[in-house]
């Protein structure tokens, strides 16, 4: 029997449907590998049949709605499965809320959310697949959602 | 139609029925705006003014406006005579207006700030210019012009020319525009075209709005010419501005095939882009458009503000 590449995890998360390709930018956001000591998989460019997916595997650690919502922002497909002693509890798709605040941002240097004013980013939901979003405050799509995730 | 309170940040925050709602009792405002007639609906209101950028126009009508409705007005004209200057935040200094004043006027050089103010102020706010961002009783001026002057603004061929990319007042009116169903051609160098997301909003409300690099043929059957300014002070590097500068100017020899009733519209200041010998022909309408400031201030300020309408 062929064994599998990655094996199962007891206890953690498991981010499936990785847009093939952006593993690495998954674990930036979650701050892999500063935020946790336990054991992190990553699989890229991994066959299924819809094409190939990036994986990673996270040890001792379920992941908040916040860090889903990361997630979803630039990997709009993926899957979050909470993994309980070996068995799956817990299954469901990313989704982003129309809304999104304090996780992103805006990428125009002279959007008044950049200056030291007491609030948070917000931004508006323009599309979730490719992730569009839109400042709250200024109006503008944020470019290179990736890279201005806080 | 109720906008007592309402902010006027964006003209995206504006229905289409709102707005014609807006343009038809800026109508009635005119004879009071020109001094003919005397009202003071807003006796006993405040309107905190409060430009943290240069202004003129703006400024001095917003003032004339709620002096004409017979209101007050307090504020400052130069943000470095306030405490921005020590480091406060644009939170505390609107907390602070909103407690002396019944409403806000703000301009602002940073994209955003008039919407940040709407969540500090309980008084309403309008935007009178948010860095490369909204103007809303802009872009209401232009709407109320066009309408003055050529009965309706559907179907109307209209022109955008200029800096299409910073230019604050094309983009509100590029997508109010195409809200109240003109066709839209926009003409600018290159390096200055419309945001893609801006064309995106036109086609929305079903508008088709054309891009082209040639004058000439975007006049020859255009209903208006609405020019603005290569921005010097939204420009990253100055060799890019003397690169794009000048490179299309509005003269008599442009005009000589056009449509009699053309109309040339500019928010002003203008530098270079329109020749002062365009201000002696009918199409020439940028001084009347400035005019126009202020009974669209004053309709707005009386709709928020005022206990009765006019």
């Known amino acids: 029997m062929k064994k599998l590449k990655i094996t199962p995890i007891k206890n953690g998360t498991v981010i499936d449907h990785i847009t093939p390709g952006f593993a690495v930018k998954v674990l930036h956001v979650l701050k892999i ?118 | 139609m109720d ?29 009071y705006a020109k001094g003919e007639k005397h009202t003071d609906i807003l006796r006993e209101k405040i309107l905190s003014s409060l430009f943290f950028e240069p202004s003129t126009r703006t400024r001095l009508s917003f003032e004339s406006a709620m002096n004409r409705l017979g209101g007050r007005v307090i504020g400052f004209a130069d943000p470095s005579a306030t405490s921005q200057k020590k480091g406060e935040s644009l939170a505390d200094t609107i907390r602070m207006a909103d407690s002396y004043a019944d409403a806000i006027v703000i301009r602002h050089p940073q994209e955003g700030a008039a919407r940040l103010s709407t969540e500090f102020a309980e008084s309403p706010v309008l935007n009178a210019g948010d860095g490369a961002g909204q103007h809303p009783t802009q872009c209401l001026l232009d709407l109320f012009t066009i309408i003055t002057e050529l009965k309706k603004i559907k179907g109307n061929k209209i022109v955008l020319l200029g800096d299409l990319k910073y230019g604050r007042t094309v983009h509100s009116l ?91 519209m500019h928010p002003l200041p203008r530098v270079v882009e329109i020749d002062p010998e365009v201000d002696k022909t009918p199409h020439a309408l940028y ?24």
């Open chain 1, 33 to 150: 590998p500063e935020s946790t000591s336990s054991v992190v998989s990553v699989a890229m460019n991994v066959k299924s049949r819809i094409g190939k997916k990036d994986i990673v595997k996270v040890e001792n650690r379920e992941l908040d709605p916040k860090e889903v919502d990361k997630i979803a922002l630039i990997a709009p497909k993926a899957t979050i499965n909470i993994i309980r002693d070996f068995e799956v509890v817990e299954k469901h798709k990313v989704q982003l809320p129309d809304e999104i605040v304090g996780i992103v941002k805006c990428s125009n240097p002279t959007c008044i959310s950049n200056a030291k004013e007491p609030v948070k980013s917000r931004f508006l939901l323009v599309s979730d697949d490719p992730p569009s979003i839109k400042c709250y405050y200024c109006e503008r799509e944020t470019e290179d959602i990736a890279e201005k995730i806080i």
């Open chain 2, 3 to 31: 906008f007592k309170k309402r902010d006027v940040i964006s003209i995206k925050d504006f229905s289409k029925e709102e707005i014609n709602y807006i343009l038809n009792y800026t109508k009635k405002m005119v004879p």
């Open chain 2, 174 to 264: 590029a997508y109010a525009l195409s809200l109240l169903g003109a066709e839209l051609t926009f003409v600018s160098p290159e390096s200055l075209k419309m945001p893609k997301e801006v064309i995106n909003e036109c086609k929305e409300f079903g508008a088709e709005p054309s891009s082209i690099s040639n004058l000439e043929r975007a006049v020859k059957d255009a209903d208006v010419l609405y020019v603005t300014r290569i921005q010097k002070e939204r420009f990253p590097d100055a060799e890019e501005y003397n690169r794009v500068v000048g490179m299309y100017k509005v003269d008599v020899d442009l005009l000589k095939n056009a449509k009699e009733g053309l109309i040339i």
């Open chain 2, 287 to 310: 001084f009347k458009q400035a005019f126009n400031g202020i009974p669209v201030r004053m309709a707005l300020l009386s709709l928020i503000l005022g206990d009765k309408k006019l």
